[in-house]
């Protein structure tokens, strides 16, 4: 069964720093590129980050690009954020999805998500 | 930075065709893709590449896109189709993904 598994998330002061993880199963994780989306309370989803299946190509959202770190471990099967000088609006779940297709990709995977609050 | 707007809310009564739309600069030029959200579940992909439909998703669920709109029609609704939904693209011009503002699809 084709599976991605979100760990990681928590309550973090602003200001603070957070790993989150993913694991993925049922399929070859280094032929795939990864993302991470993330959705505020009650909001809209937000695409945050996106990294290619060699870690040639890394993108990020403007509004946590400086911030957050997105990686991978082809040899572990999975996929990491690195959230630091977090920030109240960072607050959302976070899931990570699997690329689908070739260029204007679409997300076929996605995780069950893993929260973060940002709060004092 | 690329723009896609969506209705908040589209109500519809059961059987009925339920059409959301998902307005971009020029997004017949794009891939445009649909997600269906319900409460507290991740989003499931229903239409990808404008009008393909993944394995699974019924024939209910249909996409079209053509200039500065992309449309995800629901034929026949039913009562399970209530949910949020989401167009989403990939903008070449400054490499990022980008979702729509979604739209809450009620059924009467």
């Known amino acids: 069964e084709v599976q991605l598994v979100e760990s990681g998330g928590g309550l973090v002061k602003p200001g603070g720093s957070l790993r989150l993880s993913c694991a993925a199963s049922?399929?070859?994780?280094?032929?795939?590129?990864m993302n991470w989306v993330r959705q505020a309370p009650g909001k809209g989803l937000e695409w945050v980050s996106s990294?290619?299946?060699?870690?040639?190509?890394?993108y990020y959202a403007d509004s946590v690009k400086g911030r957050f770190t997105i990686s991978r471990d082809n040899a572990k099967n999975s996929l990491y954020l690195q959230m630091n000088s977090l920030r109240a609006e960072d607050t959302a779940v976070y899931y990570c999805?699997?690329?689908?297709?070739?260029?204007?990709?679409?997300?076929?995977?996605w995780g069950q998500g893993t929260l973060v609050t940002v709060s004092s | 930075s690329y723009v896609l707007t969506q209705p908040p809310s589209v109500s519809v009564a059961p059987g009925q065709t339920a059409r959301i739309t998902c307005g971009g600069n020029?997004?017949?030029?794009?891939?445009v893709h649909w997600y269906q959200q319900k409460p507290g579940q991740a989003p499931v992909l229903v239409v990808y590449?404008?009008?393909d439909r993944p394995s699974g998703i019924p024939e209910r669920f249909s996409g079209s896109n053509s200039g500065n709109t992309a449309t995800l029609t629901i034929s026949r609704v039913e009562a399970g189709d209530e949910a949020d939904y989401y167009c989403?693209?990939?903008?070449?011009?400054?490499?990022?993904?980008?979702f729509g503002t979604g739209t809450k699809v009620t059924v009467l």
């Open positions: 999805a699997r690329e689908d297709g070739g260029s204007g990709s679409y997300y076929k995977v």
């Open positions: 049922g399929f070859t994780f280094s032929s795939y590129s």
């Open positions: 990294i290619s299946s060699s870690s040639s190509y890394i």
């Open positions: 020029n997004i017949g030029s794009k891939s």
């Open positions: 590449d404008d009008s």
């Open positions: 989403q693209v990939w903008d070449s011009s400054s490499d990022h993904y980008v």
